[in-house]
């Protein structure tokens, strides 16, 4: 059973547009929703992060936006660069934050 | 600091072979986790450690593989033995207090 559901799986923006990735979760025990990026041959970093208590978290050109009750949240990039290009994950972790379930990835692509 | 560390980055073998997978945490961080990539399942949770015990090992695929942390710093991950469904890029990680995982660049192997 897939508990993170992602998409798209893949994503091709041109530079300076908007990039939105979706995430749905089926366990509403999930209670921390962060976002990785993983470049190639490296390891997944953190990227932005929010808890359910609040509809968007905003970082420089990254975005969340959290909806509750739909149990779906999205990453947004803005002015997207071709150095975003990058494999992207969302995830959910369980009450005690340390079993990251992860969905299965979007591979963003943005052209120059 | 320079992160988490894993050794080799890269591991062919022969199926029956035992592999062994290295993880130097980063310092001072009392959670480790083993993760692995497939482009089928993408990233899953195999087992993670606090202060060097095993927490949950539920993720574990079967008994041929097992995972020790002898010290705070040092994990390993065994396989044996080995076969071809196997092969992945397997990822190392550590945390404070259960906080932001820093992943290390993975280890990929391949067994043939």
């Known amino acids: 059973q897939q508990q993170v559901k992602q998409s798209p799986q893949s994503l091709i923006v041109q530079k300076g547009g908007i990039s939105i990735i979706n995430c749905a979760y089926e366990?509403?025990?999930?209670?921390?929703f962060p976002w990785y990026q993983q470049f190639p041959g490296k390891g997944p970093a953190l990227l932005i992060a929010?808890?359910?208590?609040?509809s968007e978290k905003k970082e420089g050109r990254f975005t969340i936006s959290f909806n509750k009750s739909a149990k779906q949240f999205s990453l947004h990039i803005m002015d997207s660069q071709p150095g975003d290009s990058a494999t992207y994950f969302c995830?959910?972790?369980?009450?005690?934050?340390?079993?990251?379930?992860f969905g299965k990835g979007t591979l963003l692509t943005v052209n120059p | 600091d320079a992160g988490v560390i894993q050794s080799p980055r890269h591991e062919v073998t022969e199926m029956g072979q035992e592999v062994t997978l290295r993880c130097k945490p980063i310092?001072?961080?009392?959670?480790l986790f083993w993760y692995r990539q497939t482009m089928m399942r993408g990233l899953e949770l195999l087992i993670y450690?606090?202060?060097?015990?095993?927490?949950?090992d539920s993720g574990m695929p079967e008994d041929r593989f097992s995972a020790k942390m002898p010290n705070a710093s040092f994990s390993t991950l065994k396989i044996q033995p080995s076969e071809p469904r196997d092969s992945a890029v397997y990822f190392c990680?550590?945390?404070?207090?259960?906080?932001?995982?820093?992943f290390g660049q993975g280890t990929r192997l391949t067994v043939v």
């Open positions: 990680a550590s945390s404070l207090l259960g906080a932001q995982a820093f």
């Open positions: 366990n509403t025990a999930f209670d921390y």
């Open positions: 929010i808890r359910p208590d609040v």
């Open positions: 995830a959910a972790t369980s009450p005690n934050r340390y079993k990251l379930t």
């Open positions: 310092s001072g961080h009392d959670y």
């Open positions: 450690f606090n202060n060097n015990v095993p927490i949950d």
